[in-house]
């Protein structure tokens, strides 16, 4: 198992927060970049909560920039209870974001009474080697969080994102304190959800995590001229198809400036 000198492991109190902002593009990376974000996780399909991107995705992504990058691996959007045939592809891509240069591989399994699947979280974070290893939000649908959190050490995961196990993280934060404490620096316990510039600050001050993540998207009309109404191909966007939610650089560096 990884001990805590492994290099991943977390800053000391004196090197400033950590900002992981989450995109679903290449342009969405070099937003992040200009805005001063750390690292960066790239995911498919957000208006679901996230699914592993294409390798095509992930080849132009790199090439543009040298930004650190956790990729998702998830097959679906749901729970985080998984078949064989899912889980066969969890290992797929797992390989394949180690293979393309991932720094961080993001990803995990639950069991149906709320415990996070030893056995195929395990091997998950064996294929990832050497790359660390988060474990995703799935963290957040745990029944007992204390006893997980030690599951998660004890398999060797270098990180949790997590909200406190609520609707987000300024509303986790006591959970989140708790966690960081019971750590102690064994794992990194990184805040994810509804974390902005007006409440970054204060929720890492009164929880004492060194990692943050936040999405930082706006949204902008589609550059689409021609508009045919009657027709809708299932977009969860308020106006279909012709609004585009995007990486906003102007909201990353607002976090940032507002961590100082």
């Not at 679906?76 to 290992?91: I, N």
């Not at 508009?227 to 585009?244: A, K």
Request: glycine share 8%; net charge negative.
């Amino acid at each position: 198992m990884p001990s805590a000198s492994f290099s991943w492991y977390p800053p000391t109190m004196t090197q400033r927060v950590v900002i992981e902002i989450c995109i679903d593009s290449a342009a969405g990376i070099r937003a992040a970049e200009a805005g001063g974000a750390d690292r960066v996780e790239l995911c498919a399909n957000l208006a679901e909560g996230g699914t592993t991107p294409s390798r095509g995705l992930l080849r132009q992504t790199r090439r543009v920039s040298t930004l650190p990058m956790a990729l998702l691996v998830r097959p679906r959007s749901g729970d985080f209870v998984y078949d064989a045939f899912e889980l066969a592809a969890l290992e797929d891509d797992i390989r394949l974001a180690r293979d393309e240069g991932a720094d961080v591989i993001v990803s995990g399994a639950l069991r149906p009474d709320g415990s996070i699947d030893r056995d195929r979280t395990a091997r998950l974070i064996e294929l990832a080697r050497p790359v660390p290893f988060t474990f995703h939000r799935a963290f957040d649908l745990v029944a007992d969080p204390r006893t997980e959190l030690e599951v998660l050490i004890e398999l060797g995961a270098a990180r949790v994102l997590t909200s406190g196990q609520a609707p987000s993280a300024p509303e986790g934060v006591a959970l989140l304190k708790e966690l960081v404490a019971q750590a102690d620096g064994r794992l990194i316990v990184m805040a994810g959800a509804g974390i902005r510039s007006h409440n970054v600050q204060a929720l890492v001050e009164a929880s004492g995590v060194r990692e943050v993540h936040g999405s930082a998207f706006t949204t902008g009309e589609s550059t689409m001229v021609y508009r045919n109404p009657s027709v809708g191909l299932g977009s969860v966007m308020p106006r279909g198809e012709y609004e585009i939610a995007r990486t906003d650089e102007a909201k990353v560096r607002a976090m940032r400036e507002a961590l100082g």
